[in-house]
């Protein structure tokens, strides 16, 4: 099945810095999320992005289908940004919607 | 708030115990998913549900039982659970021919 990395595991920054997360796929998809899950568990949808580039406020990412990964970047970091961020992907002609996550990046941002 | 709602949020169950975590979503969605969370591991897809019939059953055991009445409601039924099966349990749900996924708030289950 498809392989989805997330680089790097773990990232801690101080607050007003920026990052920089990775997400590499082993397959071609035809669709592409990142979430962030809350310390709560809950999966806030942050991009549909299965291709080309999404800013949302300090977030953007980017995905480049055709070399298998997306990136989404996080800029002016603020504590509440902490938690863990997830890329999912869908294969192309594989079963009906069905989301693969990668383990996902522990983001803490320090005050 | 994405539309979807799971409840209860938290459940403690004995191991002989039988009980049902509930979805609903009014979103418009053909096509509703659990997946479940554990300790240290990638969310992994447990069962999924396009338009009220299943199309996938991830080799999960028997003693999870999905039900999915109609197309805005998606229960999971737990009878004789592990204490392995502890963990957080997510629904989500999308258009079958859509785009996004959305998830609920989570149950957490711990089984004594």
């Known amino acids: 099945g498809i392989q989805v990395e997330q680089s790097p595991p773990d990232l801690i920054l101080q607050e007003g810095a920026n990052s920089t997360l990775r997400c590499n796929f082993s397959d071609s998809v035809n669709n592409l999320q990142w979430f962030h899950q809350n310390p709560w568990g809950q999966l806030i949808n942050l991009f549909y992005i299965p291709s080309g580039t999404k800013q949302n406020g300090r977030l953007s990412a980017t995905t480049v289908a055709t070399e298998r990964y997306s990136l989404l970047y996080i800029s002016s970091s603020q504590t509440t940004d902490s938690g863990v961020y997830f890329c999912a992907v869908e294969v192309s002609g594989g079963s009906q919607g069905n989301l693969i996550f990668g383990k996902g990046t522990k983001l803490s941002v320090k005050p | 708030e994405t539309g979807v709602t799971q409840t209860p949020r938290h459940l403690v169950m004995g191991m002989t115990n039988k009980k049902s975590l509930k979805c609903e979503q009014h979103?418009?969605?053909?096509?509703m998913y659990w997946y479940k969370q554990s300790a240290k591991k990638p969310l992994e897809l447990m069962f999924v549900y396009s338009l009220e019939e299943r199309v996938e059953n991830n080799s999960v055991p028997s003693r999870f039982s999905p039900e999915c009445p109609n197309s805005s409601h998606l229960f999971l039924h737990l009878h004789t659970l592990q204490p392995e099966d502890s963990a957080l349990y997510l629904c989500a749900s999308r258009l079958v021919t859509g785009t996004e996924a959305f998830f609920g708030q989570g149950t957490r289950l711990t089984v004594v």
């Open positions: 979103l418009g969605h053909n096509a």
